[in-house]
């Protein structure tokens, strides 16, 4: 509650909440308002920079597709897919990390090794080897790749936070009642893991939204004529020279989206951080 | 509040003063507004002399000293005179504050773990004061530092110097840290509760290493603590500070013997204190020979410690074979200093913590070999109260959520209507309203808190309660109200009660037998009358000779007879007796052999193999 | 402190083991194969051409050949380049990939390590204000976009830099790649120090230090600095990652003839070899990487040798 008050009062968390929330609106609402289609080709107007006609707003593509419409649609996509990947790889990595820090000793320890020994791998290229060798373009493949590697730290930091709530003293106090261990987990160590959960989700989101676009970018995510930020920014930065606009304009969005994301989970991690207190 | 204007105070060896400090205030400008710290404050320190700053945690003692030497954040406003030796310190710019800090005024804090800078050499830290103020080479200032640490008694100096804090104890960093403040010969020693962290033991060998420095030198000192047996072993004169402002001055037996403020009295009234070791306690011993409730037999509890490479662990033996029994309704003290397994111990009784060998049988049943299930069933006769009041409550629920908790786990078919009801009656006897229900652990004081885990402790009427340091985290008249309590609590339920504390005056209060640890080993067992008034064991009696006790008379003597010496290793525990590395009377049979287990006069124990003799 | 490094450098050779395994297995059962998009291959010339690569044998088998050729530094043929080994593939592009990424790591720890203790030393006046909404700006964006945009400001419409190519490593090809890859790690190395030293700053050994009458600056750098790097130090295996992941996209918009075009080229043929070539070369470097990360924080941190 104390949180939510000093969440509210923070002008950068207030203003990254507005703008975050006029930002998905217009991506979930805004193509329908439009006449054109995300894939629909206007022959008449190829390449047409903002500005010109109102009917593009935001100017044409080498084929004519309405760049609204398509960075709007990209919005929608690159939202969908990093939230959930970020539900993937938070529930993977919360059940993970609190039962390793929970169960302690012997389970704990293989546990953790694993989660060590997958982290010494570089993830990046699994994650391009398995987009790239099963289905191309696929969401699906996508998210298992792009939440597989983010569970990881989430399990390492819960595993953390875990470790730290069994250490206190009222997690004993609970033992000495008589709760069972199961018990315990569920009404003492899961609700006090909530917080940090909160503020590492929030963070997660932005850097899940960077991953899908980065896929997208080098051709492994979202395929043609599926639009989505990453390859967006890609044919933009193919056309930069002589149609920056399809650089500059989705580029815009996903700055925008980030940062409004980063500062939302550092006003966040500010208001539940208890040395504020 | 009554408050004697200290200004007015004529002294005739004025010119004597090492500080005055003339209506010093300090606040502090925070987003809340401005909040003052210490108003008006007015002392003085002559050279020789040691004045005890006394009063509880923020009545602004430290503040007001940590002013005048420009050591406080940016946001703090600080107003009047502070002379140093004639020179006006609060005006001074922050060079000439510098060229004085650690070189004419020296400085000791509370917490000499997190007070050294963690990645320098012990040495280094002392060397490079000698060569900011001093000027001395490198070399020059690490001969000097090594001489400063034998000064200081730490042991094997040479040894030390290349040392990183975290590898020496507590009292040995504290040791260095006074060697730091010494090193310039300063002419006046600022102490900032430089005992409060450390076991009693320890803050007797650190204040008598004070008081002696102090007369070597002639250095003027200020002892900030809320101690008040540190300040009758060690101060000439005491100031007792409260809210700000200082509210008594004189010279310690004055102080500590007629108090004329209502604030000082209660706060000498409630100082902890031995009682006369003739006069009866207020505990009886326990009634006839009744058949022990709770039984430990031969319990051991071991932690493996792992060293990383080659994959050797070693096994620290935190409890080593300890055995007693504890009879219905009567309570058993246990202490000892830090490392001697008291918490470890407790925990074991209780199954909260797997005993490696030994059995622990409660009521004819063996906790250790029931299904876990049954064990669980029958937690609702044994229960605890933790050492730390606030992290012993869960920080998201309610209190009254918390103080449920047992009802919900024990008592099957019991409505909401009904749980209030029980909650608000066990909120109640431990003189905590009911309305404080609604709200969060971290809304209450830190006796209020403990109070709560008392009431969840309490609210299904255990028959065994156990103390892990109840009171340890509390301010001084918080303490004694807790202990009050479990006195009531104890004698209005008839359960039985093991209480474990390094606070040897707070045991005698409450127990009716004593046991006392030493490196996880059982050091004497006895009824606290008989063993206050005459310890058998060596150990014993340097413990009750390190309680520190609020007497100008008696304390200085008390302090001058500090043993030396520290535990040792756990991990590497001495041959045959564990204590005969810091026994007065070891002698060659004590290297050879682990002393047997005694029994004398048939109601007290010791381990000793020279107890006859002294 | 030796005996803490050797501890850490025995440990590398089974995770490394355990890197070749997995990616072993991941990359083998995939569906497809090598041979798939040549469409004009008959079954008799696919068998031979497994065949000769050993392709036809059991993976058990196929496996263990290839830690035996590991073993002798050989990574075996490339299965889509048919002229050149594996090993003359990364040979070829490896000095690229690494000048860019140890160069933007380093500029990175240039400015980002000594912008964040200005902006904590000066802490809430202008030039901590400045930098702080700097690096949060610099931290949201990913190379993908700073890397085009650099070129289209820089190259197309300033006409300071060349705008791709590589030309040997001519300093001017290199600016704008390794700028786009150093610019989130400074902005994020900034961030992290600036906390750090404003904790260690407000620690009671810094005030018990002032207490003795120490000096602002051997306080800064003798009893603050080395606690506060702590942190950054720990980013460095991250950072690592981080610039290995730019990379990819960093030699794809400047064209630069790294091995990043390898990674991604080879997955899409379905070339075994030079994907686990990749993937044992980059494996190696971040643990290399890492452990040099570890014993730094070691040495900076006399507590954590102990353990």
Known sequence: MQAGRRLASNRHTRLALAVLGIITLLAVVGPWFSPWAFDQLDWQHLALPPGHIAAHWFGTDRLGRDLFVRTLCGVRL???????????????????????????????????????????????????????????????????????????????????????????????AARATGLAPAAILVRHIVPNLLGPVAVYATLTIPQMIIFESFLSFLGLGVQEPQASLGNLINVGAQEMQSAPWMLLVPTLFLVTLLICLNLLGDGLRDALDPRER | MRWIPVSAEVTPADAGQVLRLCGLSVSFATPAGVVSAAQDVNLHVARGECLGVVGESGAGKSVSFLALLGLLPPNARVRGQAQFRGAELLSAGPRALERLRGAAIGMVFQDPMTSLTPHLRVGEQIAEVLVRHRGLSWAAARARAQELLRRVQVTDPARRMGQYPHELSGGMRQRVMIAIALACEPQLLIADEPTTSLDVTIQAQILALLAQLKREQGMAMVLITHDL????????????????????????????????????????????????PTSAGVAQPARGQQAAALTLTDVSVGFTVRARWFGQSTVLAAVNGVSFGLRAGESLGVVGESGAGKSTLARAALQLLKPSSGRVVWMGTALGEVPARELRALRRDLQIIFQDPLGSLDPRRTVGEIVAEPLQVHVSGLDARAREVEVAAALLRVGLPASLGGRYPHELSGGECQRVGIARAMILKPRLLVCDEPVSALDTPTQQQIVSLLAELKHASGLSLVFVSHNLALVQRLCERVLVLYLGRMMELAPAQLLYARPLHPYTRELISAVPIPDPDLQPARLARALPGEPPSPLNPPSGCVYRTRCPHAAAVCQERVPAWEEVNGDRHVACHRWREL | MLRYALRRIG?????????????????????????????????????????????????????????????????????????????????????????????????????????????????????????????ALAVALPSFVTGPLFALVFGLALHWLPVAGWERGAPRYLVLPVLTLALPV????????RASLLEVLGSPWIRSARARGLGGTRVLWRHALRPALLPAVSYLGPALAYVVTGSLVVETVFGLPGTGRYLVQGAIDRDYPLVMGMIVVYGTLLLVFNLIADLLYGWLDPRVRHE
């Open chain 2, 229 to 276: 047996g540190a300040v009758a072993g060690v101060a000439d004169r005491v100031a007792v500070m409260r809210a700000g402002r200082v509210i008594e001055t004189g010279p310690v037996a004055a102080i500590l013997k007629a108090p004329s403020d209502p604030y000082t009295q209660a706060l000498v009234r409630n100082a902890p204190r031995l009682e006369e």
């Open chain 1, 78 to 172: 690159s939202l969908l897919i990093s939230i959930l990947a970020s539900l993937v790889s938070l529930g993977i990595g919360v059940a993970w990390g609190a039962v390793a820090g929970f169960a302690g000793a012997r389970t704990d320890e293989w546990m953790m090794r694993f989660v060590d020994v997958l982290y010494s791998l570089p993830y990046l290229f699994i994650v391009i080897i398995l987009t790239t060798l099963f289905q191309r373009g696929s969401i699906g493949v996508l998210l298992v790749a792009i939440g597989a590697v983010g569970w990881l730290t989430t399990a390492r930091i819960v595993r953390g936070e875990t470790l730290a709530l069994k250490r206190r003293e009222f997690i004993e």
């Open chain 3, 186 to 193: 400074a902005a994020y190395l900034a961030r992290l120090t």
């Open chain 3, 11 to 135: 440990g590398l050779i089974p995770t490394l083991l355990v890197i070749v395994t997995v990616s072993f297995c991941i990359v083998r059962l995939a569906p497809g194969g090598p041979f798939d998009q040549e469409q004009t291959l008959t079954p008799a010339v696919r068998a031979n051409l497994d065949h000769l690569y050993g392709l036809d044998q059991p993976l058990a088998t196929q496996y263990a050949h290839y830690l035996g050729g590991l073993l002798h530094g050989d990574f075996g043929p490339s299965l889509s380049q048919r002229d050149f080994t594996v090993t003359e593939l990364i040979a070829q592009g490896l000095p690229v990939s690494v000048t860019v990424g140890l160069l933007a790591i380093l500029l990175a720890l240039v400015i980002g390590i000594p912008a964040g203790m200005v902006a904590a030393i000066w802490r809430n006046q202008g030039a901590d204000h400045g930098l702080t909404l700097f690096a």
